[in-house]
Nanobody, 122 residues
């Protein structure tokens, strides 16, 4: 079992930045790929970014490529999503996820966090 807890959400103006963290506990976090998803009101949950177990491979959705950066620190059991150049359409609940597999197999999530709200004002 892996428990995931997100933090770092909040209110930011358009063009600003936020840094989300995902604290993992339980089974060895370093075995898992991890990623970030978001869900805006009235929309389906959307994949954003993934990083493999070592941090050496990443995958991004086109909607955030070049603006968001995913990373992880296995020694601290922490995943990070650095979000820059934020837009009002980035407003959503952001979720951390973990799974056994590659950065492309994000449809096979094993564990989810409860989410953190990000609001981008115009």
């Amino acid at each position: 079992q892996v428990q995931l807890v997100e933090s770092g959400g909040g209110l930011v103006q358009a063009g600003g930045s936020l840094r989300l963290s995902c604290a993992a506990s339980g089974r060895t976090f370093s075995r898992y790929a991890m990623g970030w998803f978001r869900q805006a009101p009235g929309k389906e949950r959307e994949f954003l970014a993934a990083v493999n177990w070592s941090g050496g491979s990443t995958n991004y959705a086109d909607s955030v490529k070049g603006r968001f950066t995913i990373s992880r620190v296995n020694a601290n059991n922490t995943g990070i999503l650095q979000m820059d150049s934020l837009k009002p359409e980035d407003t959503a609940v952001y979720y951390c996820a973990a799974w056994i597999g590659a950065v492309t197999t994000f449809d096979r999530v094993d564990y989810w966090g409860k989410g953190t709200l990000v609001t981008v004002s115009s």
